[in-house]
């Protein structure tokens, strides 16, 4: 059988911000409404492409993450001007430095950036960015994508050049894999390129479209966001009305299972159901009770949730963020699941703590989890890798006798803005050390 080398060998350490969770016992007493905040996956692309926009770009319903702040600070660092207030965020670029700081190697999203600041000022360097510990996250499709476009790329030590000092030419690029960040960099680009660019086998996320959108409403001309060939056609761009940040379709899928794991009744609130087609039929193959409104969904924890097979998948498939929360809903399904995880290589590792916790999970190889459940979970100190993990530990903490401390809340900041507050208000028993 396959084991996973340990990413979580640094151990639990009291000085580290925690979230300590006294959990329910298996006990399905949440009730009450629980807002989803704007994406994280979308506000970062679109602070992006706000650096290829004339005059003021607005954006509404801003997530208060720490991710938003990282990338404040290094659109700042090239020059941008920044204002922010409640839920709504400003940005203003009149002038851009193409160096890219080494704030960008604690997020892999600064990658966003190659596509705007080359295609304003004519070159960017970047180090390779950083990100979550889930597995290899070259940035060879980004390389090939702005070569087709005419670009040069070359690498000194952690740092690449792009250029393209004469612009972006037109051109048709073919995804080798689908990438979503890669699909976004390349989009925003394309928009100031002097020809006509095609992307072929582009990631088709709703985040994806949401940008589209954003780019339309600013002049752009763009067809076939959200099928897998996108073309862009060279036009001036125009100072664009503001952007609504969409729902986070992650948070969404985190609560569903929560509420499937532990709720009397939990209402989701600011929810797109549209985008969340692949977690639903994950929800009802499971058992969850679901009542779908236009923007709101409630779910209630079944007396027994049924076992499942899951294979996450580019979009419309089921994603792979979700993958986490619903792995411990598999835990506590009756009977054998297995859990496919077909997009990055080193996203099963943290399923090692679910197992100290009392899950009975086997990795069959780095992309396939066997899970036998139901298996009643014990409180544990754990030390979260990666922001989804994160998630996941939190949930199996809220299901679990006992109380559990799960270390490295900062990464869980990253995404998910005043999570402890929101649990709490639902009947969460959760406090923020530190
Ligand atoms: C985005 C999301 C992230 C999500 C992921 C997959 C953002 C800010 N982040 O990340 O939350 O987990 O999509 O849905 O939107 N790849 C290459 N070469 C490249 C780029 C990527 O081989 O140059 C591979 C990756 O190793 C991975 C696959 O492509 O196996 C998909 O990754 P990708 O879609 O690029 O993820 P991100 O856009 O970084």
Redesign the pocket.
């Known amino acids: 059988m396959y084991r996973a080398p340990s990413v979580i060998g640094i151990g639990y350490n009291a000085v580290m911000p925690a979230f300590s969770i006294t959990g329910l016992a298996g006990q399905k007493s949440l009730a009450g409404t629980i807002p989803v905040y704007g994406a994280?996956?979308f506000v970062?692309?679109a602070m992006a492409a706000a650096l290829i926009l004339p005059g003021e770009t607005v954006l509404e319903q801003v997530p208060e993450i720490s991710d938003v702040a990282v990338m404040s600070d290094i659109l700042r660092e090239l020059g941008a001007t920044l204002q922010t207030a409640d839920g709504v965020l400003k940005i203003s670029a009149p002038r851009l430095a193409s160096n890219i700081g080494a704030s960008a190697k604690s997020l892999?999203?600064s990658?966003?950036l190659i596509g705007p600041v080359l295609a304003r000022t004519g070159t960017v360097t970047i180090p390779h960015p950083g990100?979550d510990l889930?597995?290899?996250?070259?940035?060879?499709?980004?390389?090939q994508g702005f070569e087709r476009l005419g670009a040069h790329v070359s690498e000194d030590g952690d740092r690449y050049t792009f250029s393209a000092p004469h612009g972006l030419s037109g051109g048709e690029f073919f995804f080798s894999?689908?990438?979503?960040?890669?699909t976004?960099t390349l989009l925003i680009a394309a928009t100031l390129a002097k020809g006509t660019v095609v992307l072929v086998n582009a990631?088709m996320?709703p985040?994806i479209v949401a940008l589209a959108d954003m780019l339309r409403a600013a002049g752009a001309r763009i067809e076939g966001d959200g099928t897998p060939v996108i073309t862009v056609r060279p036009v001036s761009l125009v100072s664009p009305p503001p952007t609504t940040i969409i729902p986070d379709r992650?948070e969404a899928a985190t609560f569903l299972a929560l509420g499937a794991l532990a709720a009397e009744s939990l209402t989701i609130q600011n929810v797109r159901p549209d985008h969340l087609a692949a977690v639903l039929d994950v929800c009802e193959r499971m058992g969850v009770p679901l009542s779908i409104g236009t923007d709101s969904i409630t779910v209630r924890a079944p007396e027994r949730l049924a076992p499942i097979r899951v294979r996450t998948h580019?979009?419309p498939g089921f994603?792979?963020?979700a993958h986490p929360p619903i792995m411990v809903c598999l835990t506590q399904a009756d009977g054998e699941s297995v859990l496919i995880e077909s997009?990055?290589?080193g996203r099963l590792k943290y399923t090692e703590e679910l197992v100290r916790m009392g899950a009975d999970i086997s990795l069959m190889s780095p992309h396939r989890a066997r899970v036998v459940g139901a298996r009643a979970l014990q409180g544990a100190d754990i030390v979260t890798p990666d922001i989804?993990a994160g998630l996941a530990f939190m949930l199996a903490a809220i299901t679990a006798n006992g109380t559990s401390r799960i270390g490295n809340a900062h990464l869980i900041d990253r995404g998910y803005a005043r999570i402890e507050e929101r649990l709490r208000a639902v009947g969460v028993s959760i406090e923020r050390e530190i």
């Open positions: 994280k996956n970062l692309p892999r999203a990658v966003l990100g889930i597995g290899e996250r070259p940035i060879d499709l980004f390389a894999t689908v990438s979503v960040t890669a976004e990631a996320e985040e992650i580019e979009y994603a792979t963020d997009i990055f290589d989804r």
